[in-house]
């Protein structure tokens, strides 16, 4: 029997043609502001891609086919990215994070979900073990 072809979905989550600078520049806190940019720096460094805001608050880099394989449904998305929450960072890196536990050991202070990383702030962990997870994420894509 021949494998059902999905119409890839419609999301709301799209890349738009808002500024990120003017996104970044316009979040109060100086902090988060300049966490903010570092990654957007490691992101844009790691892809080789520009950094392109994803609806009102993610900042994403690249674009890709995404399967859901709890649905089949594909949606075009981003390779990686992430969005500076008031409370946290939160990371989009779609690899399962939880594979290795030894790199999250050494990241140091964040928590996880399915695909997400979530960071209080850059001082928490280590930049050399983020940025190794930003490359491997990558690599999966």
Not at 27 to 50: C, L, N, P, V, Y
Not at 74 to 84: H, Q
Not at 129 to 136: D, F
């Amino acid at each position: 029997m021949a494998e059902k072809k999905s119409k890839p979905a419609e999301i709301k989550t799209k890349p738009t043609e808002v500024s990120v600078a003017d996104f970044v520049n316009a979040i109060a806190d100086e902090h988060k502001r300049a966490d903010t940019f570092a990654i957007i720096g490691m992101m844009s460094e790691a892809s080789g891609e520009e950094a392109v805001m994803w609806g009102s608050s993610i900042i994403g880099f690249g674009n890709r086919k995404y399967k859901s394989p709890n649905t089949g449904r594909e949606v075009d998305w981003m390779k990686i990215g992430f969005s500076p929450r008031k409370a946290n960072f939160a990371l989009y890196l779609l690899a399962n994070i939880h594979e290795d536990a030894d790199t999250l050991k050494k990241l140091g202070k964040h928590k996880t979900g399915k695909g997400c990383l979530y960071i209080n702030k850059l001082t928490d962990v280590d930049l050399k073990v983020l940025k190794g997870m930003i490359a491997v994420a990558l690599e999966g894509k």
